[in-house]
Structures are given as structure tokens and as C-alpha cells.
């Protein structure tokens, strides 16, 4: 049976703007500021279909651990998809704290 409404994901440009002033990475820590983009959840759960992102509530990443959790080959071997799962959501987690902590949730909300 399928659903009869549409999921509509929150977007907010302010803060994908918000990753470029990221001072890291926040899953390995690794990278500059200006480096890092925001990368959205691949799940279903998250507001992700074919055609279309799950919401900006995004992980401020390096390229080279936004392939890993997106399971492109340029970040090295396939992890698990738990385990991608788990380092999105932990990088989610770590990007909301610097929001709060730098005083840039002011800037986005």
C-alpha cells in the first residue's frame, strides 16, 4: 500500500553555507576549513528517495569520508552499510555541537 502524501525535507542553504566555515572534519578531524561540505543521510528513515536528498540536517565532512559513506569507490573498500550509518550519524552529532558551540546556529537558524 502506499502512502497518499508527499514527504517534504527541510532545507536550509544557510546551513550547507555553514560546512565551508567548518574548521574540520567531523568524523576524522582531518582536513581545513573550506574543505569540508555537507553531506546528507542515504536513508530512507532521513527523508532520502530516488531523485531526491533527505533533509540539510547534514554531517560536516572531508571528501574523502563523505566517499566512504556514500560507498563510492574513491574513499576505498565498501564499508558495511551499519557502519556508514553509524559514522554519519555520529558525524551529524559532532556537527551540531560545533554549530552550538561556535555560535554559527545563530547564523543558520
Not at 30 to 43: A, D
Not at 54 to 76: N, S, T
Amino acid at each position: 500500500m502506499r502512502s497518499c502524501f508527499k514527504v517534504v525535507c527541510y532545507r536550509n542553504p544557510k546551513i550547507l553555507e555553514a560546512a565551508r566555515r567548518a574548521p574540520h572534519c567531523m568524523y576524522c578531524m582531518g582536513g581545513r576549513e573550506g574543505e569540508m561540505v555537507g553531506c546528507h543521510s542515504n536513508e530512507i528513515r532521513h527523508g532520502h528517495g530516488t531523485g531526491h536528498k533527505a533533509h540539510d540536517l547534514v554531517a560536516f565532512l572531508c571528501g574523502h569520508c563523505h566517499d566512504v559513506i556514500d560507498g563510492r569507490p574513491e574513499g576505498g573498500p565498501l564499508l558495511p552499510r551499519a557502519e556508514r550509518v553509524l559514522m554519519f550519524l555520529e558525524a551529524v552529532y559532532n556537527s551540531v555541537l560545533w554549530l552550538l558551540d561556535s555560535g554559527e546556529m545563530k547564523k543558520v537558524a
